[in-house]
């Protein structure tokens, strides 16, 4: 109680760590709330950040234009359009209300929110997407890198390091000489002359081949930026002006054609006249100059547009955010991509002073080190190209669809945004196909100077050269040490030794290895005990019940209209309940052998229960007569349900097929055979029963069951030649039982024959009603309100629907 009191003034709890931990403890604790968190951090990073940035860049006082603030505060990224007008001085020209209107006040306020924040996203996308490939960056960092590379070259390209160097590579000669490697012996000597030539050379100016105007990163930019041009339809081979038409091109397709569809309805560049006008009224920076522009242009829509600001425009505004958030994915992935290239191959070009300095004299894995410098500054241009290239396909791809859609911009801006994500996904499988061919090259020259018959690897094309391991363009040491400990470790817990030593614990290096013993050791105490184990075992002989229920499901089910069939269901049933089986059993047992239709499984099984369940309540001598008259009272229920659209036609046939189960079950109980008058046709023992039969009644078949038991008659058979006859009542009575049973069964099957006759349904319940009658009767029940089947009504007319309603019924039948 005294911690309880105390928890709440406890300041480590309530320090912001602490609490911060807690909170995300608590959005993280389940599945839906991890779910719920993501959702809205990703809505929060599409629209409401955006918005906010917006906000933040329109805060400022004064008479300011919707985006003016942002366009300031973008002006050096110097992004134009084919037009000549930066990107920074675009704006959303609408109304901004008033006191009379207020709701375009509202409205105005969302939409400058909006276009602020997308202006960002869209300019800042695309001047990446230029600096990058313009490479003005590089110029920031190559006077610091060529000093570091002259600094560490004057530290290390000593004389006595090259000294060294070249006396360890001439050990290297002689010892293969001494072994008879003579080919490996002239490839040695080949690799230090070169390396000897070239060194002087590149360590004169280590990094000039990578940062200089003339340099492999800059050509290869070049030759790409000059395909992607040519793509493009511009043939000039100025890059810095290929970047800028690049730049134009995308500012158009994604900036100033969807900026106008989000303004004004549709394209206005489509006319001379209003191209002009919005264009001057963008460069000058004033909004009602453009109203004015659009006004006197002749655009009449545009200019209805512009003056009723609408909840259409909010809405297109968020689509443009996604697109344009989506563009700026695709504009960092490139940038990325491209700069990373470069700076792998300046830092390749720095460790390649050590190859020349000394390591490349030594043979062995510093003259591969060498080699992967080398061939990473090659590959650079070539990675470069590729980019650039990629990027060329990609705007021409987007300005054709642009440009075919014409005023369907956002229906292209939507199919944009999909093709800017496969671009993502695809230049990252570009950027790792580079990476492998980078891998083979580097493998092969390395292969090749290692000597091509000295080792395994040299004579296999998928070798690795000594030294190149997993070292390849990830940049990250080789593993196999760490896999070769791991290995090591598993051998020694999995030996049998071990677990002797270790007090015989199955891999005793394993957590929880002494328990999963003991765990062990009681499971086979258990079924190492006489009788449990093994095929006679007590375990075994507990589930030998199943193939029994098995059998009788198959049979039954094939001799009653088939496998995975409604009257297969029902009879399998039966059949299981035959030989002891419960519902459950008989769910598995279909399944085995082959009904597929869960639902016709799952009707059969639930309707037995409810004829089951509700046979309890109908007090009959002859259990096997009250399924009868609980399924013919189900079967009713559930036909008119079916009418009143409150059952399935599943239900239905299941209630009509366990029906007919229940009357072939209630029949197998009677017995059959009885001869009456001896054989005689139409006798008096016959004529009695089938009067009876005609109109059954209580008083007939108690004075019938009277003069079998040797008690004088005091009904119909006083005054009769059955008075005194025992014998000829038992046989009346037992022709009695058998026949209606007869026509229960023969009744239900011609119902199932063809279920939308309504006839056929009151004739079966006519028979099943004469049956308890003389149940009840024989047995002495009386009759109430609940346990007597009602019998049908004579002339009863025929209900509306009933043969549409369960003509379904009869085709799931049959």
């Avoid at 339809?233 to 730049?247: E, R």
């Avoid at 006798?683 to 040797?710: C, K, M, N, W």
Wanted: aromatic content about 8%; proline content about 4%.
């Amino acid at each position: 109680m005294n911690n309880w009191k105390a928890e709440p003034c406890d300041q480590v709890l309530w320090q912001m760590p602490a609490m911060l931990r807690r909170f995300r403890d608590r959005l993280l604790a389940s599945r839906p709330r991890r779910w719920a968190t993501r959702i809205l951090l990703g809505l929060f990073l599409l629209f409401v950040c955006p918005i906010l940035l917006g906000a933040v860049a329109s805060a400022e006082t004064g008479t300011r234009t919707t985006g003016s603030s942002v366009g300031s505060a973008l002006g050096w990224t110097h992004v134009k359009d084919s037009s000549g007008v930066e990107l920074s001085s675009y704006m959303f020209a609408t109304d901004h209300g008033s006191v009379l209107h207020p709701g375009n006040a509202a409205v105005s306020l969302v939409l400058g929110l909006e276009f602020a924040g997308w202006k960002i996203l869209v300019t800042t996308a695309i001047w990446l997407i230029g600096y990058a490939l313009s490479f003005q960056w590089l110029n920031i960092v190559s006077k610091p890198l060529e000093g570091v590379a002259h600094s560490l070259t004057g530290q290390i390209a000593t004389p006595i390091m090259l000294v060294t160097a070249a006396t360890i590579g001439a050990f290297f000669v002689a010892w293969f000489v001494t072994r008879g490697f003579y080919a490996k012996a002239t490839m040695q000597v080949v690799t230090m002359v070169g390396v000897a030539i070239l060194g002087p050379i590149f360590l004169a100016e280590p990094l000039a081949d990578v940062l200089s105007s003339d340099g492999l990163l800059a050509e290869g930019r070049d030759l790409g930026i000059s395909v992607a041009a040519g793509l493009n339809g511009n043939g000039t081979a100025d890059p810095s002006h290929s970047v800028a038409t690049m730049q134009a091109t995308l500012t158009d397709n994604f900036a100033r054609r969807p900026l106008q569809v989000w303004n004004y309805g549709h394209v206005v560049d489509e006319q001379p006249a209003c191209k002009s006008a919005w264009s001057a009224g963008m460069s000058a920076g004033n909004e009602d100059r453009v109203k004015n522009g659009i006004s006197s242009c002749g655009d009449r829509v545009a200019k209805e547009s512009v003056d009723n600001p609408n909840f259409e425009q909010i809405a297109t505004g968020l689509l443009l955010l996604l697109a344009g958030t989506v563009l700026l994915a695709f504009g960092a992935v490139l940038a990325i991509k491209v700069v990373r290239a470069a700076l792998d191959t300046i830092y390749h070009g720095l460790m390649s002073i050590f190859g020349f300095a000394a390591g490349g004299f030594v043979y062995g894995p510093t003259q591969t080190f060498l080699v992967r410098n080398m061939v990473d500054g090659v590959i650079a241009a070539a990675r470069m190209t590729a980019f650039t290239i990629f990027l060329g396909v990609y705007v021409l791809i987007l300005g054709d669809l642009f440009r075919l859609a014409g005023d369907q911009v956002m229906v292209v801006f939507v199919i944009g945004a999909i093709v800017m994500i496969i671009a993502i996904l695809q230049l990252k499988k570009l950027s790792k196909s580079l990476d492998k061919g980078n891998e083979w090259v580097a493998n092969r020259f390395a292969l090749a100077i290692q000597g091509s018959g000295g080792g395994r690897a040299s004579g296999s094309g998928g070798g690795t050269a000594l030294g190149m391991g997993t070292m390849g363009a990830g940049h990250s040491m080789s593993k196999m040490p760490m896999l070769a400990a791991l290995g090591a470790v598993s051998t020694i817990s999995n030996s049998p030794a071990t677990e002797w030593l270790w007090g015989r614990t199955r891999s005793p290096l394993r957590p929880f290895s002494r328990m999963e013993r003991q765990s062990q050791l009681a499971q086979w105490g258990f079924w190492s005990s006489r009788g449990v184990g093994g095929p006679r075992g007590y375990y075994a002989q507990s589930y030998l019940h199943r193939p029994l229920f098995e059998m009788a499901a198959r049979e039954a089910a094939e001799a009653n209209g088939g496998i995975n069939t409604v009257r297969g269901a029902a009879a399998a049933m039966q059949a299981v309940a035959d030989v002891g089986g419960k519902s459950t059993d008989a769910w598995v047992a279909m399944d085995v052998v082959g009904f597929r239709d869960e639902r016709i499984r799952y009707n059969a099984i639930r309707s037995w229960e409810i004829v089951d369940g509700n046979t309890k309540d109908w007090t009959l001598a002859n259990t096997h007569l009250g399924h009868v008259v609980a399924g013919v009272q189900r079967v009713q229920d559930s036909s008119l349900r079916l009418i009143a659209g409150n059952s399935a036609p599943g239900e239905v046939a299941a209630d009509l097929a366990n029906l007919q189960a229940a009357a072939f079950r209630y029949r197998r109980s009677v017995p059959a055979g009885v001869t009456l008058d001896g054989g005689v046709a139409n006798g008096p023992e016959e004529q009695f029963v089938s009067a009876y039969l005609a109109a059954p009644t209580s008083e007939a078949i108690l004075d019938l069951q009277r003069v079998a038991s040797g008690v004088a008659p005091t009904g119909p058979l006083l005054g009769t030649v059955f008075e005194n006859d025992h014998l000829a009542a038992r046989r009346m009575m037992g022709a009695i039982g058998s026949r209606q049973a007869d026509l229960v069964l023969n009744s239900v099957n011609d119902v199932l024959a063809n279920p939308t006759d309504q006839q056929l349904l009151r004739v079966a319940r006519g028979h099943i009603s004469d049956a308890t009658i003389t149940d009840q009767a024989l047995s002495g029940a009386k009759r109430t309100s609940t346990n007597t089947p009602t019998p049908p009504a004579q002339n009863s007319p025929q209900r509306p629907g009933w043969a549409r309603a369960l003509d379904p019924v009869g085709q799931a039948l049959n």
